[in-house]
Structure formats: C-alpha cells, structure tokens
C-alpha cells in the first residue's frame, strides 16, 4: 500500500507543478498585453505616470506614452525624435543619453588604455638597470678586484716568508723523489 501511495502523491506533485507552471506563463502573457495597453493609456498625462513601466518611452513633444521598440536599440525618428524622447526617467532625453554614455565609453576606454601603457613602460624600465643599480654593480666589481689583487700579494709574501725559512712547498709534491 505504501509503495502504491507514493506513484499517486507523484502524480498529483507534478499536476501541480505543471499547473503553476502554465498559470505563470498565462500570467506573463497577460501581463505583457496589459503592458502594451498601459502605455497608450498613459498618453496626455504626465512623464513620470507614463516611465512607471519600463517598457514605456514617452516623447515629450506630442505628450505621448509609446511602446518602447524593443527590437531596435534607439527609438526611430519617426516614433519620436530623439531630443524629445524620454526612458527611464523624465530629466534625460536620448540625445544627452547617448552623449553621456559615449563620454563615459572613451573615458574608461582611454583609462583602460593610459593603464597598459603604463604597464608596458613599467617593464620595460625595470628590463634596464638604473643609475643606482649601475653604480652599485661597479662598486661590487671594483671590491672584487681589490679582493683579488690583496689575495695575491697576501700570497706572494706568504710564499717569500716560507722561502726564507724552507718552508715553501714545491708545485709537484714527487718532484723530490725524482731529483734524488
């Protein structure tokens, strides 16, 4: 009994979920349609009732509330001229829209590209040693040649100390056994 419970309490989840789920597209459909006659409803009165739906543009000129043409990016000309047409909010129209945004394009565009220049020119600078890392790098190579140069005059009086004493060592430690 309990298996055969479950198959039904299934079966009455998913009518249910497909009920919501064509109530939800009815519902979409319906409101979409009311959007559309929203628009023209709002014609005569004010911006600010007309932009409450997104999908409306209002022209100014002709105090009328369009439907936005969504399959084109701006509002054509014959819709409503583009100094006129206000989206989004009553105190922008299109034309200071389009010229704010194209500012604000080549402004982050230009930073964007003074950016990497910087970051080329950066490595660049660093592939070359500097003043202070030149000066540095003749300083080690004179200390090393100083070095060298006490290390062998270090050498050659310790060789002449052990000459004067007998002490100094042949290069070839046989070579005694050969002269003898």
């Known amino acids: 009994m309990a298996s055969g419970g479950a198959p039904g309490l299934m079966r009455r989840w998913q009518l249910l979920l497909s009920g919501a789920a064509l109530f939800l597209l009815l519902f979409s459909a319906v409101a979409a349609q009311e959007s559309g006659a929203a628009c023209s409803q709002n014609t005569n009165r004010t911006c600010e009732e007309c932009l409450k739906n997104v999908s409306c543009l209002w022209c100014h000129t002709s105090k009328a509330c369009l ?11 014959s819709l409503c001229k583009l100094s006129s047409a206000r989206w989004g909010v009553c105190w922008v129209n299109f034309e200071a829209l389009i010229i704010t945004l194209s500012v604000v394009g080549g402004a982050v565009l230009l930073a964007v590209a003074v950016c990497c220049a910087c970051c080329c020119c950066r490595g660049k600078r660093s592939r070359k040693p500097d003043k202070s890392e030149e000066r540095a790098a003749r300083e080690r190579e004179e200390r090393r040649i100083r070095q060298e140069e ?3 005059e270090m050498k050659s009086r310790h060789d002449e100390i052990r000459k004067k004493y007998g002490l100094f ?8 056994f050969e002269n003898n």
């Open 67 to 77: 439907d936005y043409p969504v399959s084109r990016i701006l509002p054509p000309s």
């Open 150 to 152: 006490r290390r062998a």
């Open 169 to 176: 060592k042949e290069e070839n430690p046989y070579a005694r």
